[in-house]
């Protein structure tokens, strides 16, 4: 997805002024912005597909929690049948970042309010987002495995 804006808001790459903002890769000014963007997103989602939960820390902080729920949704998209599911059924997500949103939202919904704070939207802005959240304490390892799973057991959501 494309957005252009009159005001110019900094260049993800370059700094320079940019116009143009593109869903998962940022504000960028230049066709040859936008190709070192999608090429270092694309260098960065080839480096989580390397990663198995092993990889991750024994305490997850949020930027560890993002990282992870984006690996999940990675497997969700290079899986073809999991793929054409999410075409079919939730055309609304229309690329991995989207995917992984949703798949923080079921997984969070599965991890003790101990370590994470979820704030639902109200009003309006339930149409655009589930809500915030944010990590209190650092989550175990095994309580992220364990809310991953729960997720895949019937009854999950």
């Not at 798949?103 to 991890?111: A, G």
Request: a negative charge; proline letters at 4%; hydrophobic letters at 35%.
């Amino acid at each position: 997805m494309r957005i252009q804006k009159s005001v110019a808001s900094p260049c993800g790459v370059c700094g320079e002024d940019a116009f143009t903002g593109y869903q998962g890769l940022g504000w960028l000014c230049s066709k040859e912005c936008f190709n070192t963007a999608k090429e270092k997103r694309v260098a960065f989602h080839d480096e989580l597909r390397a990663l198995t939960i092993e990889d991750f820390p024994d305490e997850f902080q949020l930027s560890d929690f993002e990282r992870y729920t984006l690996r999940i949704a990675l497997d969700c998209v290079d899986d073809e049948e999991t793929y054409e599911f999410i075409k079919k059924n939730h055309p609304h997500l229309r690329n991995v970042e989207d995917v992984a949103e949703e798949v923080k939202e079921c997984v969070l919904n599965h991890i003790p309010s101990e370590y994470v704070e979820i704030e639902e939207a109200r009003g309006h802005a339930r149409m655009f987002t589930g809500g915030t959240y944010r990590v209190v304490k650092p989550i175990p390892k095994s309580v992220i495995i364990e809310a991953v799973s729960a997720r895949d057991e019937p009854g999950g959501e």
